[in-house]
């Protein structure tokens, strides 16, 4: 039987410097009110399969398939073939803002049914479909996986994941997707909700573009900042959205550290505050072993055998250690004190989860 027992380890830590903000553009932090990617979803068959495609088991593959051959005038049951050449995939893809009929987008087929690898499979022609239920573009060519299987039965290998298959440019646009039209007010969406950087965004709009006017950008709400079109770009909305993008300021950051406890990767930022505090940690390992001894009397004599315990008591203390912090020390600072002190990830991620709870530290802690 084993315990842990914590025993101190001293770490005092005093109050940093506030950290400098970093330009940034519009483009960066913020998108226009409309303008994004629609998806798309379809399923289709590959073909061409080395004997890896679906199997018996597998029935909407060969329902799918024969219903194909139908169309082309073969007319066949589904329970007189029997193919292993064939897979169901689900074929995705995204529809950029603004596509115009004749454009390529990638694609994506992943198998559905039973099929051990796609790798040198054919997609057949397949109608991505959006969520109104219209066809906004058809797929069809030559997939390309990131894997393979090599060997068979049970002596085979598999390299990374070879039932997803990808093709560059696969599908062809055939309908416009749908888009904000472009008007003389504009609605600028941060990808953060933050008022701070809401307000900072239309003072910077405002310096760049109001001149003696008017104020052109007001921020609704934490992450709406409405824009009026400026006169001198009436005529030409697109190089005002164009300028706008371009346009610098300063962001509010949010201090925030991340942990994954089941891997021990702690990801923070450079300048995270940390308040005045002092940390004890450590550890006493006590380990407490039985084993038995048995007791074997002599030949011919009245003596028993015994099974006897004997117990052995083992425990491992680590001395305590002192790290001081100067002035100006962030988390980064800490981390690297308790690290050149032989902390793993773990006692790192225990210490900034106690100064968390005892309010020394001045930022989110996300624990995923």
Do not use: W
Request: charged residues 15%; glycine residues 8%.
């Amino acid at each position: 039987m084993a315990r842990n027992i914590a025993i101190p380890i001293l770490v005092t830590l005093l109050m940093p410097l506030p950290a400098t903000p970093v330009p940034v553009r519009v483009k960066d932090l913020a998108s226009l009110e409309g303008v994004r990617e629609n998806q798309l979803v379809g399923y289709g068959l590959v073909v061409g399969l080395a004997g890896t495609g679906d199997r018996r088991q597998t029935v909407f593959s060969v329902q799918s398939l024969t219903n194909l051959l139908q169309r082309m005038g073969v007319a066949v049951s589904p329970s007189a073939i029997r193919v292993n050449n064939v897979a169901a995939v689900m074929v995705t893809a995204n529809l950029p803002p603004f596509s115009q009929p004749g454009n390529r987008i990638d694609i994506t087929a992943a198998s559905v049914g039973d099929a051990s690898n796609l790798q040198g499979g054919l997609l057949v022609l397949t109608p991505l479909r959006g969520p109104d239920g219209q066809v906004y573009a058809v797929a069809q060519g030559a997939l390309v996986t990131g894997g393979f299987v090599s060997g068979r039965g049970g002596n085979s290998q598999t390299v990374n994941h070879p039932t997803v298959g990808r093709i560059a440019g696969g599908a062809l646009i055939e309908r416009k997707g749908p888009a904000v039209e472009l008007t003389e007010k504009l609605r600028l969406q941060l990808h953060r909700a933050d008022f701070t950087t809401a307000a900072r965004l239309a003072a910077a709009v405002n310096k760049k573009f109001g001149g003696d006017q008017a104020a052109v950008a007001q921020a609704e709400n934490s992450v709406v900042v409405a824009v009026n079109l400026p006169r001198e770009f009436s005529a030409r909305p697109i190089d005002f959205i164009a300028a706008l993008e371009a346009v610098t300021f300063e962001s509010d950051q949010v201090a925030k550290i991340v942990v994954n406890e089941r891997t021990g990767t702690i990801v923070m930022g450079k300048q995270v505050r940390i308040a005045p505090a002092s940390v004890l940690h450590g550890s006493l390992t006590v380990q407490i072993q039985t084993s038995f001894a048995v007791s074997q009397p002599a030949p011919f004599s009245s003596g028993q055998t015994k099974v006897t315990p004997e117990v052995n008591v083992k425990s491992k203390e680590d001395s305590a250690r002192n790290v001081t912090l100067q002035d100006g020390a962030t988390v980064e600072d800490l981390v690297r004190a308790l690290t050149a002190i032989g902390s793993t990830a773990r006692d790192i991620i225990s210490v900034l989860q106690n100064l968390k709870a005892a309010g020394a530290l001045e930022a989110d802690l996300e624990i995923i």
